[in-house]
C-alpha cells in the first residue's frame, strides 16, 4: 500500500459578517497628538449598599450593669480580706426578781447584745444566755424546771414565749396602772432640769396607750411653775412635741441666766473686796501718819514737863513703895502674929483647893515655885506685922 495522503487543515470561519460584507464602513482609529497629554477619564468608586448596623455588644446598659457588678465583686473581696468588727455591746446586769421596775431594763440590755452578737442569732442561745444572768428568786423558778421536769418547755427555745413568762412571774402585776398612776403624781421641782422630767414622763406616757391630747395635759400640769409662768405669756403650743420644744428651750434659758448671774455676782464681790483692801491700806497709812505726828507732839509736851518737874522721877519711886506696901497690908492681913495663915483663910484655900504657901490654884504648897524665893519675904512680912501690933498699944497709951 501506498502512503496516505496528508489531510488538510481548514480554519474555522466566523459566521459574523465582516464590515465589508455588510456594507457599513470601518471606524478610522483617532490620529494622537504627541504634544497633548493623555485624557483621563475620572474613576467611580463602586457604589455600596446599605447594611444594617451590628448590635454592639457593650452598649450603655450593659456597661453600666458591668460596672455595677465589678464594684460589687471588689468590696465583697475587700469585705472578707478586712472583715468588719461589730460593735460589742455591754452584757446586761444580773436579775433576781426583787425590783419589778428592772425587768425591763434587763430585757433591753438583753436584746442589745444578741444583736450586737452573732452567735445569738438562735433563740435557744438567747434564753441560756439570759437564765446565766438570772440570781436569787428568779434564778430559783427557772431551776426545777430545768433539772427536774421531763415535760417539753416551751420558752425554753423561744425567747418571745421566755420574756412572758418573765414578765408575768416578776413584771408588773398591771402595769398600765402603774404607768398611769406615776403619770399623774409626776411633778418637776424648781430646781431639777427638764431632761430628767422628759425621760421619765416618756417611760410611762408608752404605757398607758393614751392619746396626744390627754398626755399633753398631763406633761403641762407636771411642769415647774418657773417654766408655766412663761410657757402662759407665750401660748400654749397644740401638739405634745411642740409643749416638749418649749419647755425644754425655756428650761435651758433659766439655767443660762442663773449662771450669768453668778458669774457677775462673783465678779461684782471680786471688785468690791479690792475696793475694801484698798480702802483700808489707805487707812491704815493715815492711822501711821497720824500716830507718828501725835506720838511725836507727845514726845516734846513730856519734854516739856521733863524740863518744868524735874522731881518725877523720885515722885514715881516714891509711888512704888506705896503699892507694895498695899499689897503687903494685903498679906498680913490673912497671916496671925506667928506669920501662919489664919485658920479663916486655911479652911477657905483648902476648901477650893488652893496652894497654901501663894494661893494660887493647880498646885500645892509643895509645888510652889514662890515657896523657895519667897520664904525670907514671909518671914519679912511677919517681922513688920509684929512691929505694927506693938506700935498699936502705945500709941493708945500715950493717948
Not at 509643895?366 to 517681922?383: D, F, L, M, Q
Request: glycine share 6%.
Amino acid at each position: 500500500m501506498g502512503p496516505k495522503p496528508k489531510a488538510q487543515v481548514v480554519a474555522p470561519v466566523d459566521p459574523t459578517p465582516s464590515s465589508s460584507e455588510r456594507g457599513t464602513p470601518t471606524p478610522r482609529e483617532p490620529v494622537r497628538d504627541p504634544t497633548r497629554e493623555p485624557t483621563r477619564e475620572p474613576t467611580r468608586e463602586p457604589t455600596r449598599e446599605p447594611t444594617e448596623p451590628l448590635d454592639d455588644p457593650l452598649d450603655s446598659a450593659t456597661t453600666t450593669s458591668l460596672a455595677q457588678a465589678i464594684l460589687l465583686m471588689t468590696s465583697e473581696l475587700r469585705r472578707r480580706e478586712n472583715p468588719s468588727r461589730k460593735a460589742k455591746a455591754k452584757e446586761p446586769d444580773t436579775f433576781d426578781g426583787s425590783d419589778p421596775k428592772k425587768l425591763n431594763n434587763f430585757i433591753l440590755l438583753c436584746n442589745l447584745y444578741f444583736r450586737s452578737n452573732p452567735a445569738y442569732d438562735d433563740d435557744a442561745n438567747k434564753v441560756t444566755l439570759a437564765l446565766s444572768y438570772l440570781r436569787g428568786t428568779a434564778l430559783e423558778f427557772f431551776e426545777p424546771s430545768l433539772l427536774d421536769s421531763d415535760e417539753d418547755l416551751d420558752w425554753i427555745s423561744d425567747w418571745s414565749a421566755f420574756v412572758r413568762t418573765l414578765r408575768l412571774q416578776f413584771g408588773p402585776i398591771d402595769p398600765t396602772a402603774d404607768a398611769e398612776d406615776g403619770i399623774d403624781n409626776l411633778k418637776m421641782q424648781d430646781n431639777q432640769k427638764i431632761v430628767k422630767y422628759n425621760v421619765e414622763f416618756n417611760k410611762l406616757a408608752i404605757r398607758t396607750h393614751w392619746d396626744d391630747g390627754v398626755l399633753r395635759h398631763r406633761y403641762y400640769s407636771g411642769l415647774a411653775e418657773r417654766i408655766k409662768d412663761i410657757m402662759g405669756q407665750q401660748g400654749k403650743p397644740a401638739t405634745l412635741e411642740d409643749m416638749k420644744t418649749l419647755a425644754h428651750s425655756i428650761d435651758s434659758r433659766y439655767w443660762e441666766r442663773l449662771r450669768e448671774k453668778s458669774r457677775s455676782g462673783r465678779s461684782k464681790s471680786d471688785n468690791s473686796d479690792k475696793s475694801d483692801s484698798n480702802k483700808a491700806k489707805s487707812d491704815d497709812k493715815k492711822n501711821q501718819a497720824s500716830t507718828s505726828g501725835h506720838n511725836h507732839g507727845h514726845n516734846q509736851k513730856d519734854n516739856k514737863f521733863k524740863k518744868q518737874h524735874g522731881n518725877s522721877k523720885s515722885d514715881n519711886k516714891s509711888d512704888k513703895p506705896s503699892s507694895s506696901s498695899g499689897s503687903t497690908s494685903t498679906i498680913s492681913d490673912k497671916l496671925g502674929k506667928d506669920g501662919k495663915l489664919l485658920p479663916a483663910e486655911r479652911q477657905r484655900r483648902f476648901d477650893n483647893n488652893l496652894c497654901m504657901f501663894c494661893g494660887g490654884p493647880g498646885h500645892t504648897a509643895a509645888n510652889c515655885n514662890k515657896s523657895t524665893s519667897s520664904a525670907s519675904k514671909a518671914k519679912g512680912r511677919a517681922a513688920q506685922t509684929k512691929e505694927k501690933e506693938k506700935e498699936a498699944p502705945s500709941d493708945s497709951k500715950k493717948g
